[in-house]
Each structure stands twice: as C-alpha cells, then as structure tokens.
C-alpha cells in the first residue's frame, strides 16, 4: 500500500533522561527479548521488545507507560512502516510531544493509556519481508499479513504487559491507519475499539497508486522508491531538475523508469507495471470489499482535501453500514488534508481559514479522544451520531444521524455552450458543443510550477486547495461558470459529474474540477505573517477546488476489460467526485474545469489504443480533439445533494 503519512518525530525525538527501572515485562516472559528501557521527569517508562509472530518473525516494539500507574489502563496501538520511537516519545519536562507530529498523545494521556508503536514485518529492526499488501485470507491462519500480525501482536500485550485492563484500541493515519483498518477482517476479542483514519481500500480504483485505472505517476513512483529503495530507511528520489514537471517529461515512457532509473529492483514498482487493468491481483488487494459488517467500533476520519487516500474510509464506512446493529461505525470529515488532523491545529488549509475554529484540535479533544475514552476505558458517552462533519463555507460542525443525510435533494447543475452552469437544463437550439485540443506533449499541470518532489517538500500537502486561476485561460482547459449566488447552496453528500464527451482518438482521458469561486473583494485569507504576505496571499477571485476527479476511457464500460473509444462517439462519462459537506455562500459562483490531462499527477494518456498504455512508445502519443456536449439529449452536468439552508 502506498499512504503517505510519514512522522518524522518518531526518527529524530529527543534523547531520554533515562533511569533504571523495574523491567516492564515480567520474568521469564515467551516470545520477546527486551532491547532497552528508560524513564523521563515526565513519568514514562519506555521500553523496546521484539514481539513473535506465529511464523517466527519478530517485530520491533516501543512500550510507552506511566511510571507512577494507578490501576490499569488500556493499550492504544499504532503499528506503521516509517519508524518507531528509537529515543522516546516525550519531552523531558512535560507530558507532551516533542514534535506536533504526535499531538494525540496530550489529548489521550489526560485519561491514561499504555501506548505502543510497532514496526511493521520487513521495516528497520522487525524481521521478515516487507509486505506492502492488504491481502488476506481468512482461511490461512498461518499466512503472514498485517490482519495476522496486529492480532497476534494484541494477544502477546494483554497477556505480558503489567497492569492492562484487556480492552485494546488501534489507530492511525495513512498506512498506519490502513494496519488499524485491517483489523476489522478478523478482531482479537480484546480489541474493543478502532479508528482507521485515512486508510487506502482499493489501490487500484481510488486511493494512492490509481484513480480509476489512471496512474498517479509521480506519486506512485516516488512513494515506492521511499519505502523499498532502504530496508532501513525512508528513502527520497533525487530529482536533477528542479520542476519535476520538467524531469517526468523529460523522462518520456513510462517504461525509462525501470531502464534508467530503478533497472527492476523495486517490486511493488514492477507489479504495477505488470497488472494495468483491474485484474485478480489488484481485486484481491482491494480489502474494502471484505468489509460487510461493524466488527469491532470504528471512528472512521476522511479530510475533504486529502491528496493520498480520499477515497477509503468513505468506503470503509460504507461496508461496516451494511450491518452495525449497534450503531458502532462512526464517520468523521473536515478540512484537512492527509493527515491535517493530527499534524496541524486545523485553523486553516491553505490561504483558506476555518472561521475561528481550530478544527484538528476541535477533533482530537472532542471527538478521538472521548471515542477512546467511552470504549477503552468505559466512561463518557457513546457517539450520539452517525457521521460528524466540519461543513465549509459556514466553517461549522454538523452531525447527522446518518450518512448522507436523509435531507438531501438531488438535483443537476448544467453546463451550456455558452460556458455558464446553471440548474436549468440545456434547450434545443443551443450550440451543441464545447471543444479544445488535448496534446500529450504539452500536459496540464496539476499545480502551479514549478513542481516540487511529492515529498519532502510540504507543497503537496495542501495542492488540491490551490487557486485554479493558473489554468484558466489554457485552451486545453474548459471553464463554466455560474452567475453569482442568489443564495447559499449547501451540499451534503457524494457528488458525481455526468460528462457526455466525445474524442477524436481511441483513448482519452477526462478531469473534472467542481470549484467555488470566491467574489472579488473583501475576502479575509488565513495569513500566518501578515507583514509578509504578498499580493498572491489573498481570496479575492479565489477559485477553490471542492472535488477534482479524472477517468480514464479505456476503463469506461469494464474496469477489468479495457476497450478501446469509437472516435467521434459521445459517451456519457460518470465522474464520481466522493463525498463533501460544502456551502457555496451567497454571492460566490460555482465552476466546473474540464481537461484532458493532468501531468505529472496523472501519467499521460498517449490517446491512441494499444493493451497497455505502460508498453506506449513515443509514436503512440498524439493530439486529440475533445468535444464536451450540452444539448438536451446530451447534458452535462453535475449532480449535488442539496440541503436547505439553515437546517
């Protein structure tokens, strides 16, 4: 799997005041060999322990507990590949995070907790090799896999770690959140509490390598030399171009990878190379659609501006709703990007800010921690909500008994040939159509250049809320837009575009934009240094991205068996743009962005047919001309779940 929340403060923490203590497992304890312990003025005892599977491997463990315990507490897990604490985990003088990449530790030790970190199988000091796989097969009991590790992990600490209670939660973002997730396909009985927060479900349909089939080139790439270029360490592509717009096209093919660059040795890399369709080995890796039930209680978190995993707790949450007669399956989303709930305080993203509200911290205190709270420690009270949601626009929090709301219409949003959107409908007499030419060899970029690596350059972590101005006069780009708002307009639910386009090649693909535009004056941008803001750190004219999506027309009819497009055919692209809690406020104006590439996000469709577009030579790649249609017989348009105001 390919998430990409990576903690750096579990790689450069603060050296422990360390003193010799008690040893934190009792004598004689089976299957762990204790590496190191310590203490701090702060009251922990941290100890590392090499843990068993049941095929033999052990893996690297950090116990973090209270030196001066009263009682038991509960176990709270985070089992991860970037590394774990090596130094400790607490600032010498106070009860606190060194790094704000940890902030839920404040908010979860004002109740207590035993917490533990756990380097997955093939990562630093854990043995054996790195799965980088969401399979499992439930009737191997012996198979090694992240469902079996996380429970034999769970039964190993309830059994030797002194004074736990036996209720055990896990958690974590990104990859970590997926290893949290995964335990849903087969519990410990003590794990009585989860919360997957930006887990990947379905690599290949929508979250970090694919989206629909279309190949999140630079991502997937540069994600996979991180984790497998060092068995021991966190590894960067060292780009020679400062834009790496410039390097990835440069680079040409798809195959050069490999030729100039990794020369075979990266396995996840070749697998993706060697399965483009949705084929037997990605359905297998797509966990998600195991998930039938509300095993074990979920707090799932999505951030609406997420740029690695937008897509899998939405779908998570959707497979435990299939059967949660005790209404343990709980859905959170805000304004975060990947990861923004735990890294950041959430008064803003971006330029834009969240109306007072810190938001990430509004989470961790009132919502994770009292989820924690109510079923590790059994005090508090249960959720009395199904779905909670930071709605943008009104910048408030909402909470609704079910997700999507039972209150939402649907209703359509049509592009005419005029490049206007409205809710009525396109009329006969119309132009028929919108059209602009789509050469691969000059792409669209996804963010204003130049383009920096996906990491460890923070750009990345807020692109999807950049400004879209920077293409709106391309003509590769279409734009319509709305009149002003008579009144807000307020959405609550899954969005999804309905594109009837034709192209003149065999093979095309389409990105839709929903953006809300921002009036011209007077709009108050978050600014962290406003004596050093400049003319650019503004929302006057704004154009946000609410929901941005591409699909990729081999793909259009059969994921598994890609066909090629009949040139000059209209087709009615569906473009699902997930789910969002949005208000377009009085006076703003809504628009939609249509475009055929998306570079280096997305790697480039030559527009031409051939099985597979990882094998195209540069004589595939050709000009397309793209037609996108609004007639009555044709609408475009773009389907939002309107709530009414005020609700």
Known sequence: MTPGYRPPAFRTLLLLSALVLPALLPPGSAHADAVGEATTKSGYVVKEVMIAMRDGAHLQTVIVTPAHQNGPLPILITRTPYGVPDQGIVDRESIKPVSRELPSWQAFQKDGYIMVYQNLRGRFKSEGEFLKTSRYDKNDPKQANEVNDAWDTIDWLVKNVPQNNGRVGIYGVSYAGLTAGLTLLNPHPALKAISEQASPADQ???????????????????????????????????????????????LGLLTNINAKYLHGKLDYWNSVMAHPDYDAFWKEE???NKVHASTVPNLNVAGFWDQEDPWGPWKIFRGAEQHDPDNTNFIVGGPWYHGGWQRTDGENIGLLPMGGHRTAEEFRGQIEAPFFRYYLHEKGEKPNWKAKMFETG??????YATWPPAGATLKELYFHSDGTLSFTAPKSGEVAFRQYVSDPANPVPYRTRPISPTYPTPEWRTWETNDQRFVDHRPDVLTFTSAPLEEDLRVAGPLEAHLFASTS?????????????????????????PDAATWADSLDGYELPIAMEVRR???????????????GKVEDWEVPLRDHDHVFLKGHR????????????????????????????????????????????????ITLPVLPAGD
């Open 204 to 250: 290949w349909m929508n979250d970090d390598d694919h989206h629909y089939g279309a190949l999140r080139e630079a991502y997937t790439f540069e994600y996979t030399v991180l984790e497998e270029a060092s068995r021991t360490a966190n590894t960067n592509f060292d780009f020679s171009k400062h834009d790496v717009y410039d390097w990835y096209l440069s």
């Open 286 to 288: 797509a966990w998600v």
């Open 394 to 399: 009104s910048n408030e929090w909402r909470q």
């Open 505 to 529: 090649g065999r093979d095309s693909d389409f990105v839709v934009k929903l953006i809300d535009v921002f009036p011209e004056k007077d709009q108050k941008a978050f600014v962290a240094h």
């Open 553 to 567: 027309g081999r793909y259009l009819h059969d994921f598994s068996h890609p066909a090629p497009l009949v040139p």
């Open 590 to 637: 809504v628009m939609v962005q249509v475009q055929s590439t998306w570079f280096p996000l997305i790697d480039r469709n030559p527009q031409t047919w051939m099985e597979s577009i990882y094998q195209a030579k540069e004589a595939d790649f050709r000009p397309a001309t793209q037609k996108v249609f609004a007639t009555p017989a044709s609408p475009s348009h």
